[in-house]
């Protein structure tokens, strides 16, 4: 090293000074070696002498604390000389860490876990590669504005499990099913839903007729032709009570009974025999499908010539804009309006059988396979507030929840008509709203219909 610009003073102390630095660094090279071997022969006497842990002591620790754990029992072995050579110390997340390993070895005291153990480090191996349960949920396309697009359909959550086979890592994905969206009712699709009314219901069509003077006390679109769903099923039983057939009569279900255009399906197996009182019953209490296609088949004449009769029958009691294509309802060819429908109730109302059948809560029955107990499908049947004479439910998707009844509201005899509501229980809310609309408004008549207008 040249020196330049100093006195001979200057030079001669700048020479001494780096002679004592030179001292200085030999004198902590020295130091550090024999810390090394130091450190190295503790190391190894502690392999020798340390106790090893049992298994069934070892904690499971969570993937992240044992690769943590692990991370510092590695830098324990690896860096024996940087600890002893007085280098700075490790930090205290690191300090804590490797507590648990110093542990897992049997150490007395976190300071001994300074020094390598591999049995620690293998623990903490073993628990950081355990097998690990990962759930991807796929989430809805979004919009450009940050929400989910309603437009397209929605997908379960898949879930993918990670984790070791015979030495190797297997991945094991659930493919997800699309969640196709319901399909709207034919009343959705031609807009009768925005029809506003002063009761804000739910259902696209209403309507409540006086029973005794036949005046309309509320109706909301009563000349829009709908599918009316399983409110077939009284048209139904009007017919089978017409033809005077014994209630007595077994009827047993057969293939040819089976719901081959929805494919829904019911507790009547086939080859259960019931009787043709007990048939008409679970097809106006229960809405049983089966049911009600046995009467049809059982009918003099079979199926085509019932429904025959059930048109017939539709257009004697002055339903002139009806038809009906099965015993069901299933199928959505059988179609009404409110104010046909209103008079369907009211001719109904005429059988003692339909009345007592359609009002009953439950019914057990015994099929020759076992018994079964079925229940009314109208949860107001059970409701003390209301007396209600006779009563239909029914849904497909096209023509929405449906629900006809007669009732006496307030002393007086109604018939109240409901049809394509969107929830599953908003044909009884607006049940319930009529009802009180009628209670309070009881000479006031209210219609209101659809703008049609282009």
Known sequence: MAVTGLGARGRIGFALLASAVVAVCTTAQATERAASRAADSRGASAVKT????????????????????????RESVSTPRAAASGARAP???????????????????????????????????????????????????QAADGRASRAAPTRASRVVVAGQRNGRMVKASFAPRAVEPARPSIGQAIGLHLTEDPLDLRSSVAMVIDQQTGETLYSKNPEAVLPIASITKVMTAMVVLDAG???HEMVEITEADRDTERHTGSRLQIGARLSRGELMQLSLMSSENRAAAALGRAYPGGSSAFVAAMNAKAQSVGMVDSRF??????????????????????????????????????????????????????????????????QKTGFISEAGKCLVMQARVDGRSVIMVLLDAREGQARFADAQRLRRWVAENPRIETTVRADTRS
């Open 325 to 390: 294509a099965d015993p069901t309802g299933l199928s959505s060819g059988n179609m009404s309006n409110a104010r046909d429908l209103a008079r369907l109730v009211r001719a109904a109302y005429g059988y003692p059988e339909i009345r007592t059948y359609s009002t009953a809560t439950d019914l057990t029955v015994d099929t020759g396979y076992r018994q079964l107990t079925f229940r009314t499908t109208n949860r107001l049947v059970d409701d003390p507030a209301w007396s209600i004479g006779m």
């Open 91 to 141: 930090a205290p997340a690191a300090r804590a860490a490797a507590v648990p390993a110093a542990r897992a070895a049997g150490s007395s005291s976190p300071r001994d876990a300074a020094a390598p153990n591999p049995r620690a480090a293998a623990a903490a191996a073993r628990a950081a590669a355990a097998p690990t349960r990962v759930k991807a949920v796929e989430r809805a396309p």
């Open 245 to 247: 057939l014994s209630m």
């Open 50 to 73: 340390a106790a090893p842990a049992p298994r069934a002591a070892e904690p499971r620790a969570k993937p992240a604390a044992a690769a943590r754990s692990a991370a510092s029992a």
